[in-house]
């Protein structure tokens, strides 16, 4: 009988076990289930196919009788659905996807910081977007949310203030505020789609994942994403296909 099924199955899951406890600094000799239980609060991946992999420790055990001495003596040959299936979570587990290639035509909105702060408003009216990216010198200078802008144009007509003066006179680099970026995750190029979506998991607050080369302001930024991509984010994570968006 050929146990092709068998020999891929088992080379997917040894590699899962392998990577799980390299992540983890398990014990070698952890119980395959046990693992994947306690791995499952700490990584999207092992928590979306938790179940699975669960299975698939049993299916391994079924599937091995014993070592000899031409290697593991299958007694039993898993379907080509089930290979597919764990050489799939092999490949998100032990090879996730970066963002950057995910979303790798998304183009990035930004506005200059000796532009006034005009060009902000009507960058803001133009495409929609609630986060601009303020360049200065070819890098990353600081961020305009347009909620934080409209608090200042709030402010100066509360106080009399000249608003289109403000607003021509005041350059974008002008009102940059250090505290602004708290409401924002930075995520190096390495970063994938799973560190996203458990960056918007974990913190509800933020405006948007900012993706540079290191993950630090001062670098040209690769990628923005905002709450409103989230759903596209959780259908990529939903289907076996990786196709940009």
Not at 110 to 132: H, M, N, R, Y
Not at 138 to 159: C, D, P, Q, W
Not at 173 to 182: N, S, V
């Amino acid at each position: 009988m050929d146990y092709a099924n068998a020999a891929r199955f088992l080379k997917s899951y040894n590699k899962i076990e392998s990577q799980l406890k390299i992540l983890y600094n398990e014990r070698p000799t952890q119980n395959f289930t046990d693992l994947v239980k306690r791995c499952s609060d700490r990584n999207i991946t092992v928590r979306r196919y938790e179940n699975e992999l669960v299975d698939y420790g049993k299916l391994r055990n079924a599937i091995v009788h014993r070592a000899g001495a031409a290697g593991e003596l299958f007694i039993a040959n898993p379907s080509d659905e089930v290979v597919v299936n764990i050489e799939y979570i092999e490949k998100q587990l032990c090879n996730p996807p970066r963002v950057v290639d995910v979303f790798k035509a998304r183009k990035l909105t930004a506005i200059f910081a000796d532009k006034p702060l005009l060009t902000a408003v009507q960058t803001f009216g133009a495409t929609e977007k609630k986060s601009l990216v303020v360049y200065d010198r070819g890098k990353m200078r600081g961020v305009i949310n347009s909620y934080f802008l409209y608090r200042l144009i709030a402010a100066r007509t509360e106080a009399g203030e000249d608003v289109t003066a403000f607003l021509t006179q005041t350059l974008c680099g002008d009102i940059l505020d250090p505290a602004l970026l708290d409401r924002y995750k930075l995520l190096s190029s390495e970063a994938t789609v799973f560190d996203v979506f458990e960056a918007f998991e974990q913190r509800k607050d933020i405006y948007a994942v900012i993706v540079t080369e290191n993950g630090v302001v001062g670098e040209k930024v690769l990628l923005l994403l905002t709450p409103s991509d989230f759903p596209v984010i959780n259908r990529y994570l939903e289907t076996y296909s990786a196709k940009t968006f």
